[in-house]
Nanobody
Framework: QVQLVESGGGLVQPGGSLRLSCAAS????????ITWFRQAPGKEREGVAC????????YYADSVKGRFTIPRDDAEKAAYLQMNNLIPEDTGVYYC????????????????WGRGTQVTVSS
């Protein structure tokens, strides 16, 4: 059974940090690009960070560049989203998704999705 399970969300003050985890099972994780998407209330889902399959390329949305990183551990079938210097605009539900293709910000390219974890940045 294919699963992606996110964890690590919560409430954090502006300027704080969180580390999200994405645990995968049921498919060959190393063959897939992993992207973190987020969705704020009333807004469309947007990709924020991607770690490409096969080659060690990482991509970041302009809104998070310099603040977020996306480590992955293929042996552990896990990906992470390290979020530093958080701002209220980072609030939303964060999803990890897996695609057999190279990194893309288009949600339609992704085959597997987790259920999401809530991140709230507020004082």
């Amino acid at each position: 059974q294919v699963q992606l399970v996110e964890s690590g969300g919560g409430l954090v003050q502006p300027g704080g940090s969180l580390r999200l985890s994405c645990a995968a099972s049921g498919f060959t994780f190393a063959y897939y690009s992993i992207t973190w998407f987020r969705q704020a209330p009333g807004k469309e889902r947007e990709g924020v960070a991607c770690f490409s399959n096969n080659v060690p390329d990482r991509y970041y949305a302009d809104s998070v560049k310099g603040r977020f990183t996306i480590p992955r551990d293929d042996a552990e079938k896990a990906a992470y989203l390290q979020m530093n210097n958080l701002i209220p605009e980072d609030t939303g539900v964060y999803y990890c998704a897996a695609s057999r293709w190279v990194c893309s910000w288009s949600a339609n390219e992704y085959t597997y999705w987790g259920r999401g974890t809530q991140v709230t940045v507020s004082s």
